[in-house]
């Protein structure tokens, strides 16, 4: 599935806004009742989520050549060409 880029590169700070959310209702409501500790560990698991696409994008960036350098460049002929 392809999204447009601004959408793409919000998904990790989505990630934590629903984390902080979840926490948020699940503290609201108390821990009197059940589904808090369900929205917390909910939010939790988004929390680390968010964390892990933000440092899997950038380990990726700092590996994958920039490709505003990559522009520039002249394409390489194939051998024997």
Known sequence: MWLPTP???KTPQLWLLMALLFVVLGLYIGFGYKLTYFYVLLGLVCGVR???????RLSHRREAPDAAQMEGAPIAE???H
Do not use: N, S
């Open 7 to 9: 959408i793409y590169e």
């Open 50 to 56: 968010g964390i892990q696409v933000w440092r899997m």
């Open 78 to 80: 194939p051998a024997g």
